[in-house]
């Protein structure tokens, strides 16, 4: 791999790893504060919101000048979000504007995969862009739920500057000060990203042929015979992947009987097997195979309703890494070929804005409906099953799908074969 690729990756694991530890101290803000548990998971909903509201202009936006100087100000506006935070604007709203800048970053990072380097690394580089996403999670809440910890938070906060008066009274507001440092050394990063060379398109003043061409996208990629199948994975799996979190924390605070700062570092333990099998499906699996990683979905649909057996953290730790792995070793692949199709179709920017659009739609629906579980006091056991059997079956759907699709592909290849004889 290039060097530029190493910058690449360095800044995104920063930027991902602030987003993650501050998920967790947005978490102990709304507890501070005593706000209802079921704005929990809001604070997803509001980080998400950004992504498809804005899906047709990012994308355009991306495109419309060098990767590394959008990521840069899409990073200072996760630096401002995060500032909103901790000077006590209301978590929800300050997490909100830090998923603005996350909308406008992702189209960039991932899009300048694609301008940098050759389709057959795509597979080796999301893998190892994908790994190191979570490995940014697993640290970021690992972070995020050790800065809450009431002994570290209280040796942190007993710590003070002489003559200055910070300000930083909580532990939340501690927390958010140590995670705006992590944003700041990504957006340092950000300035080193390589020049790719692509030529931009000027950025359209019209918002309507912004949203009229993001349309057309869209259609374009749900029409690809080898996008939808793919697209429709991916979208699956952020939702999926964003409820998880929360149910998780839930379960292990119901099965586990752990408080917060506990329970969240589970999602670290869910994210080591994601990091395991993307790097195993970088190594193993190339872009022409892709698609023969679909029943895995099905079997880690299947594979969650264990959980609601486990009450030792001895089964609960090695079934939450098999579900990260199978996760992570369906999605590199799918994420890697829905890049290359949405290049050649549409462009990166523009690509990743559509992939943007469809999977943050799947977890602004999936964490709301967990909201509405969470609002009418279902079990969180009951809310484990229906989520594992959902996840399932849609996979099931999709690879249906797919099987008719290489039918018709074969049997038209089959027609022109005779009619050339």
Known sequence: MPFGFYIIMAAQFFSA????????????????VQAPPEYEPLLKTFFTLSYVVLAAFVGAFADSMPKWRVMFISNTVKIVGCGMMFFAVHPLLAYAVVG???AAYSPAKYGILTEYLPHRLLVVANGWIEGLTVGAIILGVVIGGTLIKPEVAHSLLAFDFPVIDTGIDTASKMAIC????????AALFNLYVPETGVD???????????????????????????????????????????????????????SLQMDLSKSSLLQGVVAIGVAAGAIVAAKFVTLRKSVRVIPLGIAMGLIVLVMNLVT??????PLLILIGGLSGFFVVPMNALLQHRGHILMGAGHSIAVQNFNENLSILVMTGLYYLMIRMDFS???????????????????KRRHEANQRVYDDVQHLDDSNSH
């Open 200 to 254: 931009h398109k000027p950025l359209k003043k019209n918002p309507w042929y912004l949203i009229h061409e993001f349309n057309h996208c869209l259609i374009l990629l749900w029409r690809d015979k080898l996008g939808q199948v793919s697209l429709a994975v991916t979208t699956l799996f952020w939702g999926a992947g964003a409820t998880l979190q929360f149910i998780v924390m839930k379960w292990a605070e119901a």
């Open 380 to 398: 969180i056991y009951l809310v484990l099953t229906l989520f594992g059997l959902f996840v399932s079956s849609l996979m099931y759907v999709i």
């Open 312 to 317: 030792h953290m001895a089964v609960a730790i």
């Open 17 to 32: 790893l602030a987003d993650n530890a501050l998920l967790i101290a947005a978490i102990s803000a709304l507890r501070e």
């Open 100 to 102: 603005l800048g996350a």
């Open 178 to 185: 140590i995670i705006g440092a992590f944003y700041v050394l």
